[in-house]
């Protein structure tokens, strides 16, 4: 694709894009607006460097592309902001957001569509990498028979081993989401099929026995994990990552404590997963 408004360079051949040449701060005009869509469905991640941007300008960029989203588990972070997620790590954590493989709250019925993280403190020292997976090249890059027999196979997605008494507030009688999706989904805009089981909510396939849905999965997970379906973004003062949570896993290193890591993230609402054939 050609960006008239914009550079566009490539992270990987496969995977994630530097925007170049846009001010968030001074808002999109439609033809920006069109090229920034057109990129992320091309290239699945988006990065962005040297926005100053404050709150209520992350979250205009965020409802260009649709209703913000609220964690169903996130404690209150920002007073009159509950689209804004914190996110933080310091000397006195105990564990962070995001450090294993996973697609953003894939419990909720209605999956994010995507997440926009903006970091304003990263470690002084380098560390605090985000991992960025490519599930369109995970189910393509099966063999076909693994591919055949995961058609029409649907696992839970389950928030309450994730989200209980993880961010230190008070949750007893919560109920978190727990949903079935589809094992391949297929990208409501691209038409295009993916791979759509992570470790962090996936909990079981259906139809399978047990033993045989511990099997499939973990060797979906460790498939999942190839490096030749990732790109990594080292992150700057004031970057921006924003990526596809439809057809996208990502997983954030934790190797710099005790430094401190601080950013806010929006999250804009998905529809239902679905497969066609």
């Known amino acids: 694709m050609s960006y008239e408004t914009m550079e566009v360079r490539k992270v990987t051949p496969s995977i994630g894009a530097e925007i170049r040449g846009v001010d968030l701060a001074k808002g999109l005009s439609n033809q920006q607006f069109d090229a920034i869509h057109r990129a992320l469905l ?51 954590s105990k564990r962070v957001a995001g450090e294993e493989w996973h697609s953003d709250v894939s419990c909720d019925p209605e999956p994010p569509m995507g997440s926009i993280l903006h970091l304003t403190t990263v470690p002084p020292d380098g560390g605090g990498d985000t991992m960025f997976a490519n599930m369109y090249q995970a189910y393509e890059t099966l063999s076909e028979p693994v591919r055949k027999m995961l058609q ?65 999965l973990e060797m979906l997970y460790r498939h999942i994990e190839t490096p030749e379906l990732h790109c990594r973004f080292k992150w700057e003062k004031n970057s921006i990552a924003f990526w596809d949570n439809r057809c996208v896993q990502h997983h954030a290193l934790w190797d710099y404590y005790p430094a401190k890591r601080y950013g806010h993230r929006v999250t804009i609402c998905g529809d239902k997963p679905f497969y066609r054939a």
């Open 42 to 92: 091309e290239n699945l991640v988006i990065f962005f460097r040297d926005q100053v941007i404050d709150v209520d300008q992350h979250k205009d960029f965020g409802r260009r592309f649709g209703r913000l989203h609220i964690h169903p588990a996130a404690p209150k972070g920002l007073e009159q902001h509950p689209e804004i997620l914190v996110i933080k790590a310091d000397e006195n």
């Open 152 to 216: 029409g196979l649907t696992a839970l997605h389950d928030g309450e081993h994730v989200f209980r008494g993880r961010y230190g507030i008070k949750d007893a009688g919560k109920v978190f989401p727990r949903s079935e999706h589809p094992v391949i989904r297929t990208h409501p805009v691209t038409g295009r099929k993916l791979l759509f089981v992570n470790r962090g909510f996936t909990t079981r396939i259906v139809q399978l026995q047990r033993h045989e849905s511990i099997a499939i």
